[in-house]
């Protein structure tokens, strides 16, 4: 096997876009990508913050970050107001954006469920342990 074929960058984005692709096959439908359905998760789980707060808290590049917001947006499925210190704006779900997240939740669950069976429950709970540890380095 050539040192290419091991190449853990191309490996992990050959990986990723192909995670992607099957996940944004659920959500297309509704008229999102898999990464903006994340970033509605993402707001989720941390609640009214500022962009900068939420690129990192999910490592998203800050301008990936805020043309997503921008989309969401648009879309009414997310609203934003400015900081009260700073230039920077707040965002939040609308009762739209909450909706959705919650219709797609279980689809989000079947994506999860089938890379689970793909790769056995060990093997996903720890992939996604060594994913987790690559990130903080």
């Known amino acids: 096997m050539d040192d290419f ?9 050959m990986a990723a876009r192909a995670i992607t692709r099957r996940y944004d096959a659920y959500v297309r439908p509704f008229g999102i990508t898999s990464t903006q359905y994340s970033v ?6 941390s609640g009214e913050r500022n962009v900068s707060e939420l690129a990192e808290r999910r490592g998203f590049e800050r301008t990936t ?16 107001r400015p900081a009260e210190h700073g230039n920077g704006r707040i965002c939040s779900l609308t009762p739209k954006g909450r909706a959705l997240v919650d219709e797609l939740l279980p689809l989000w669950r079947k994506a999860q469920a089938e890379i689970r069976a793909e790769l056995g429950a060990d093997g996903f709970e720890d992939t996604l342990m060594k994913l987790q540890r690559l990130a903080t380095i």
């Open 40 to 45: 509605l998760g993402l707001i989720v789980a």
């Open 65 to 80: 970050l805020t043309r997503n917001l921008d989309r969401l947006e648009k879309m009414g499925l997310i609203a934003s």
């Open 5 to 13: 074929s091991r190449c853990m960058v191309s490996n992990t984005r």
